[in-house]
């Protein structure tokens, strides 16, 4: 069985920061990306960043030059750094993990952490 563990998240002014962390464990061997969504009231799931086990990166045109996403492959974790937050970046953020990620319940996901950014 996979989990993902996820922390960090909470409420920030506009232009502050926030960092969430997403621990793996069990089944890990096919997590060749992970990556970060997220859901704002109303609104669709969308794909915020992903990471390869390698390495390459993929951000949202929304969050570029913004977030910074990170792996550390030893511990298999992935981070997202948030920086520059404004309001309509409040949503929950959900990690996801997979061999490639769909979106989709092929993916394992974690609980998700509530992120508000007050104006």
């Known amino acids: 069985q996979v989990q993902l563990l996820e922390s960090g998240g909470g409420l920030v002014q506009a232009g502050g920061s926030l960092r969430l962390s997403c621990a793996a464990s069990?089944?890990?061997?096919?997590?060749?990306?992970m990556g970060w969504y997220r859901q704002a009231p109303g609104k669709q799931r969308e794909l915020v960043a992903r990471?390869?086990?390698?390495?390459?990166?993929n951000y949202a045109d929304s969050v570029k030059g913004r977030f910074t996403i990170s792996r550390d492959n030893a511990k298999n974790t992935v981070y997202l750094q948030m920086n520059s937050l404004k309001p309509e970046d409040t949503a929950v953020y959900y990690c996801a993990a997979g061999l490639v990620l769909t979106g989709t319940a092929n993916d394992s996901w974690g609980q998700g952490a509530q992120v508000t950014v007050s104006s």
């Open positions: 069990g089944n890990i061997f096919r997590f060749n990306t």
């Open positions: 990471i390869t086990r390698d390495g390459r990166i």
